[in-house]
């Protein structure tokens, strides 16, 4: 199956998973350093990045009330789409969850989604099956020094088959030429 067209209910099961979480929800809100390839920072002295953004950032969300508002730790992670978690490595907030889906390219790649600075659920373990829309994981406590607020990353992309989901990291997403980054609204569809 290929993921051009393909959907998930993503923002759907994120809303309906957290009711309590995002009192007054009306719509999220994304600057442009949040975006997918932007080579802006949304936090702390807000330069440049190093490099381009490899998926989007999920912190604010605009209210009834016309209020903005940022996500917090109690912020319930759903999978996008059904897989198997390959992957649970440390990143520079918290922890990040590599998925791999029954999804395939044309090229014999699979979609692996990719959720950053998460607190994992403690029954989340590599091996794990996990469904469409279930909660995996809360957002990552951050550390007062880190100058940022307490946010989800996500990012999909293509990889082959044959590719040890083991060797994964940030470094060899963003870096990787058999590794192909993928729009992460392009799957998602863009909230309303």
């Known amino acids: 199956m290929n993921a051009t067209g393909f959907n998930s209910n993503f923002w759907q099961h ?6 309590e979480n995002l009192p007054g929800f009306k719509r999220w809100v994304f600057s442009s350093g949040m975006l997918f390839n932007s080579l802006e920072k949304w936090w702390g002295d807000e330069k440049s990045r190093p490099g381009a953004h490899q998926g989007i950032d999920l912190c604010f969300f605009e209210d009834n009330a016309s209020h903005v508002n940022n996500v917090d730790i109690t912020l319930k992670i759903p999978a ?17 969850i590599y998925i791999s889906h029954h999804i395939y390219s044309d090229d014999h790649r699979q979609l692996y989604s ?20 279930e909660p995996i994981a809360w957002i990552a406590r951050v550390p007062q020094e880190a100058n940022i607020l307490p946010h989800l990353h996500i ?3 293509w990889i082959p ?9 940030w470094r ?6 058999l590794v ?10 863009i909230p309303g």
């Open 180 to 189: 192909t980054l993928i729009d992460p609204f392009s799957v998602l569809s």
């Open 80 to 96: 996008a789409f059904s897989g198997k978690i390959v992957k649970i490595g440390k990143d520079f907030l918290g922890r990040s």
């Open 155 to 157: 990012t999909f992309a």
């Open 14 to 19: 994120l809303l309906i998973n957290n009711r």
């Open 161 to 169: 088959v044959s590719f040890n989901p083991e060797h994964l990291n």
């Open 114 to 133: 990719v959720f950053g600075h998460t607190n994992p659920f403690p029954a989340v373990s590599v091996g794990k099956k996990v469904a469409e829309g």
């Open 172 to 177: 060899n997403l963003a870096n990787d030429p």
